[in-house]
């Protein structure tokens, strides 16, 4: 029914209050998902521990929750708090008049033409990792774990269009392994019966209070060097300077501007979400590249004639075909797999099904990106379905960004980036993978992971430019 074919778990025998569900759920959410779907239908309604929960499967759906009904609706306040608990109150974390308040100030800074103004602080980044990573000899290979490979690249991209600076391969490891550590310990916390307060002892806690320390120690120096009396003015503008400088014009009190709290949660938010959903896009663009090359002979022909000039990067960042792969890497492989839930402020009807006050909805993103209904083949890599002269999508059958009001306010920021990075790598690298290998199944880790390595085997095609 919905197209996902590949799972197909045996469930074990029922335990009261719905606790069968939650085990399955904890266990791989997108295999309960599916199953919900299977002998449910496009609507499966369920009792955990006295919690109403609806999941709907179909677009229609989709979009009444998030867009046309989003004001009977808040993010789950429990999920909030856990995230806040390790990036503070920042543009995710919060709600209502203060999240309305920072969504304002800050959305000016991430508008497509202000993104722009970041490319060649990207492509710096993209060309100094590439050039440290991976072999620089023409005709030499190494077989390398792709999602380790793009942490590393989007890591370095967001350093240095967050800073401007370049940032040492062990201060970007450290960074890197303190944010998959926050949030693999975030997804723990997600299914225990309450949010741990930092004073109580529980598991994870002092690795996860070491982390976010490390964090916010790197991002406070870079700020505090910033604001120094004696700092040197500067001409271009990265994120930072953004962050700064970005004002509400809507608001004519003191709070116009971003606080220096603020300023380092919406920091951490950016190394949370913005190199963890780029990295898992690129991981899984990766390796349906690698199985693909008659989609790699295409994207070489469309950028034969693009440099990585300022001229070029336009030129990249808006070539369809490349941008076509990515979206449907998304689609298959949606990075934010488990973000997309809501609980109902007050009774309504969604898919002419009554929502009660208090009920948790979910809208599995997974399954809405492999339902036969809205994408023919939906298990195949098939990039033309996003090309200009493709048949219409059907609306809200796709949205790896979100949709609503809290759509993803970095989705411009990320896009660019990945089309740079891939672009650079498909012009110096070759892909294949492993003889034998094949794609590792999906694990839900806030963003959308593989279970197992994935490997891909990287051949440099040419002298670095």
């Known amino acids: ?110 508008t497509p033409k202000r993104v722009a103004g970041y490319t060649q602080l990207m492509h710096a980044a993209i060309q100094d990792c590439v050039a440290d990573v991976l072999p620089t000899s023409p005709g030499s290979s190494a077989v390398v774990d792709a999602d380790g490979l793009t942490t590393r690249i989007t890591m370095d991209v967001i350093l240095r269009t967050l800073f401007s600076s370049p940032m040492t391969k062990q201060d970007a490891a450290q960074l890197s392994i303190a944010i998959r550590a926050l949030t693999r310990q975030s997804m723990r916390e997600v299914y225990w019966p309450f949010v741990a307060p930092d004073w109580l002892p529980y598991p994870g806690r002092t ?43 809507a608001s004519g009190n003191h709070q116009n501007a971003l606080s220096a709290r603020e300023i380092r949660d919406n920091c951490v938010l950016l190394f949370a979400a913005g190199f963890d959903t780029a990295s898992s896009a690129l991981c899984w663009w990766m390796g349906l590249i ?66 009660t006050k208090g009920t948790l909805v979910v809208i599995p993103i997974w399954q809405l990106h492999r339902d036969a209904r809205s994408f023919p083949a939906p298990l195949e890599f098939r990039p033309e379905r996003f090309m200009p002269n493709a048949d219409p999508i059907p609306r809200s059958a796709y949205m790896p960004f979100g949709a609503g009001p809290h ?44 279970k197992t390595p994935l490997l891909v085997q990287v051949t440099r095609r040419e002298t670095p430019s």
């Open 1 to 110: 029914m919905n197209g996902s074919t590949e799972i197909n778990a045996e469930y074990r025998p029922s335990l009261p209050l719905g606790l069968s569900w939650l085990n399955e759920i904890k266990r791989d959410p997108l295999a309960a998902a599916s199953e919900l779907h299977r002998r449910y239908g496009d609507v499966a309604t369920l009792n955990i521990l006295f919690r109403r929960i609806c999941y709907f499967f179909t677009p229609e759906a989709a979009r009444q929750i998030l867009v046309d009904h989003h004001a009977d609706f808040v993010r789950e306040a429990r999920l909030l708090r856990i995230f806040a608990s390790f990036q503070g109150d920042n543009a995710l974390t919060t709600e209502g008049t203060d999240w309305e308040r920072q969504r304002r100030i800050l959305a000016p800074g991430f």
């Open 407 to 450: 759509f993803c306010l970095g989705q411009h920021f990320a896009l660019i980036e990945m089309a740079l990075v891939a672009a650079y790598l498909i012009k110096h690298i070759d892909f294949a993978l492993p003889p034998g290998a094949k794609l590792p199944d999906p694990t839900v880790d806030v963003a959308l992971k593989p």
């Open 207 to 249: 690795s996860k209070l070491t982390h976010r320390r490390t964090i916010q120690a790197l991002i406070e120096t870079h700020i505090n060097a910033r604001t120094a009396s004696n700092a040197v003015p500067r001409e271009e503008q990265d994120v930072l300077d953004m962050l700064l400088s970005a004002k509400d014009e």
């Open 290 to 355: 690698a199985t693909r090359p008659d989609v790699v002979d295409a994207l070489r022909a469309e950028l034969a004639d693009t440099d990585f000039a300022a001229s070029g990067i336009e030129q990249i960042v808006r070539a369809p075909y490349l941008n076509a792969t990515i979206k449907e890497a998304m689609r298959l492989y949606p990075p934010s797999a488990a973000l997309f839930t809501r609980v109902a402020q007050r009774d309504c009807v969604i898919a002419d099904t009554t929502v």
